[in-house]
């Protein structure tokens, strides 16, 4: 069964740097997204993304997060300038389309120290 | 702002017995989705069960099924001979009939975790 892939698994970063979170959504899906799971809390919609633009981003997904899909294949989610409460596990999860369910990866985990 | 509530922070059941997990919801939408996924302690999310809104029939799969009342906005899973495969955090999640594109976000639930006994 095709899979959405997210590496790296588990990814320790100091406070300030920036860190690229990287996804390999199923190759025939059109629409991307990032959610986040603060250790212990409900898991919150960062932004989703359709036809290489985002349609809709939650109010944490501030300045300093940012998407790409830079090459038809990998969907990227940036964090510039990391802080501690950044920590938390980041899934990307892709739909085919509206009709569809989503897939999720098995999730990064960021600690930010 | 649509919102989900699950109200059992935790629940326990002995193997093979069945449980319910509880979960509400607002929204004022007509047409709409709703799932539960399970989190095992790998932490990856596992689509369980959907249910689309404008089906009175219950969604089942195996020994998933669920209760679904619309104009109570419910959405309780029963999970029959309960295994323990099944001990996970379960979350209950909404998401829109959106015909804006990109905009179906899920909304999920706190979650329950589930503990089997054997």
């Known amino acids: 069964e095709p899979e959405v892939t997210q590496t790296p698994s588990h990814q320790v970063t100091q406070m300030g740097q920036e860190v690229i979170l990287r996804c390999v959504p199923i190759?025939?899906?059109?629409?991307f997204y990032w959610y986040r799971q603060i250790l212990g809390q409900k898991v919150e919609f960062l932004v989703s993304f359709y036809n290489n633009e985002i349609s809709e981003k939650s109010e944490i997904f501030d300045d300093q997060f940012s998407v790409e899909r830079p090459d038809g294949s990998n969907f990227t989610l940036k964090i510039r300038s990391t802080k501690l409460e950044d920590s938390a596990m980041y899934f990307c999860a892709s739909r085919r389309d509206r009709n569809y369910g989503y897939t999720f990866g098995s999730g990064t985990r960021l600690t930010v120290v | 702002a649509q919102t989900v509530t699950q109200s059992q922070p935790e629940m326990s059941v002995q193997e093979a017995e069945t449980v319910t997990l509880s979960c509400t919801y607002d929204t004022s939408e007509s047409d709409y989705y709703l799932f539960w996924y399970k989190q095992p302690p790998s932490r990856q999310m596992i689509l369980v069960i959907r249910q689309e809104a404008y089906k009175q029939q219950n969604a089942t799969e195996n020994r998933f099924s669920v209760n679904f009342q619309k104009a109570a906005k419910s959405f309780s899973l029963k999970i029959s001979d309960s295994q323990l495969g099944d001990a996970a955090m379960y979350f209950c999640a909404y998401r829109p009939y959106a015909l804006i594109q990109g905009a179906q976000k899920l909304v999920f639930g706190q979650g329950t975790r589930l503990t089997i006994n054997p």
């Open positions: 190759s025939n899906h059109l629409y």
